[in-house]
T-cell receptor
Framework: GAVVSQHPSWVICKSGTSVKIECRSLDFQATTMFWYRQFPKQSLMLMATSNEGSKATYEQGVEKDKFLINHASLTLSTLTVTSAHPEDSSFYIC?????????????FGPGTRLTVL | KQEVTQIPAALSVPEGENLVLNCSFT??????LQWFRQDPGKGLTSLLLIQSSQREQTSGRLNASLDKSSGRSTLYIAASQPGDSATYLCAVVSGSARQLTFGSGTQLTVLP
């Protein structure tokens, strides 16, 4: 149980285009999902907290108009990188909390590698 | 603001050695601490989760300890194998938002 998937696993796009990444909790409901970004040789940095049915909470320094988050259901959150540029190339990982389990444990997706040319 | 530090940043050992990875955190008011493994270009694999009320957790050749009052945790790997080569991340849940804060990781290389 507690499986989280991400789609796509990798994406290459041209500068200026928008890219949508999906995060799904496959076998549980998640009111809260998190989006992280990881640059090469660095650790994971929290970008935003996504709450079902409400606006996401963004960490300091993360542009909410550039990284659009939608959490329309208890099993799906999406991150859209708008007008992507090469500096947005990174590894994006989502995680989710299980309503029925320990509120302090997050289950992670396998990540999405974004490369912007 | 919670800060998590991992020492050393990189470690190279011959196969068969026992080794210890260190993690420290600045705010001792944590809910839990978790150790993850990350292979190059891959996502996270959860290794061990220690609740704030616990002092250690074991899984196979791995043993993680937690000293919440001093803000420290160690991950002990017994009889290391080349397949253990990866980056090991420590993370704590803390704060009213129960956010997960990661350390910068220890890159482990086990030489055959």
């Amino acid at each position: 149980g507690a499986v989280v998937s991400q789609h796509p696993s990798w994406v290459i796009c041209k500068s200026g285009t928008s890219v949508k990444i999906e995060c799904r909790s496959l076998d549980f409901q998640a009111t809260t999902m998190f989006w992280y970004r990881q640059f090469p040789k660095q650790s994971l940095m929290l970008m935003a907290t996504s709450n079902e049915g409400s606006k996401a909470t963004y960490e300091q320094g993360v542009e909410k108009d550039k990284f659009l988050i939608n959490h329309a259901s208890l099993t799906l959150s999406t991150l859209t990188v708008t007008s992507a540029h090469p500096e947005d190339s990174s590894f994006y990982i989502c995680s989710a909390r299980d309503l029925q389990r320990d509120w302090n444990e997050q289950f992670f997706g396998p990540g999405t590698r974004l490369t912007v040319l | 603001k919670q800060e998590v530090t991992q020492i050393p940043a990189a470690l190279s050992v011959p196969e068969g050695e026992n080794l210890v990875l260190n993690c420290s955190f600045t705010d001792s008011a944590i809910y839990n601490l978790q150790w993850f493994r990350q292979d190059p270009g891959k996502g996270l694999t959860s290794l061990l989760l220690i609740q704030s009320s616990q002092r250690e957790q074991t899984s196979g050749r791995l043993n993680a300890s937690l000293d919440k009052s001093s803000g420290r945790s160690t991950l002990y790997i017994a009889a290391s194998q080349p397949g253990d080569s990866a980056t090991y991340l420590c993370a704590v849940v803390s704060g009213s938002a129960r956010q997960l804060t990661f350390g910068s990781g220890t890159q482990l290389t086990v030489l055959p």
